[in-house]
């Protein structure tokens, strides 16, 4: 069955950085484009950012130019390069994809940064 595993959260200060990874399973993962979203305490799940399936990245605007996107599909993998953290940062990171016109997410990753 399809799965998406989210890794590498942990704790961070404020300006240091963190790489999360998702590894995709059950679903040609090299042909989809792929998302990261969070979500804080008491608020919306929001977009992060996307990849498109040849690599194209896009950004939410409160993490363009701290946050890249990348993929690497020999390894099933998307990843998540989180520099110049801050505390609003903190949320649970999730992957998502959308395959067969359902969303799937993976379990989350927590990510705090402290202040």
């Known amino acids: 069955q399809l799965q998406l595993v989210e890794s590498g959260g942990g704790l961070a200060q404020a300006g240091g950085s963190l790489r999360l990874s998702c590894v995709g399973s059950?679903?040609?993962?090299?042909?989809?484009?792929m998302g990261w979203y969070r979500q804080a305490p008491g608020k919306q799940r929001e977009l992060v950012g996307g990849?498109?399936?040849?690599?194209?990245?896009s950004y939410a605007d409160s993490v363009k130019g701290r946050f890249t996107i990348s993929r690497d599909n020999a390894k099933n993998t998307l990843y998540l390069q989180m520099n110049g953290l801050k505390p609003e940062d903190t949320a649970v990171y999730y992957c998502?994809?959308?395959?067969?016109?359902?969303?799937?997410w993976g379990q989350g990753t927590q990510v705090t940064v402290s202040s």
């Open positions: 990849i498109t399936s040849g690599g194209g990245a």
């Open positions: 998502s994809v959308v395959v067969a016109l359902q969303r799937y």
């Open positions: 059950g679903f040609t993962f090299s042909v989809k484009a």
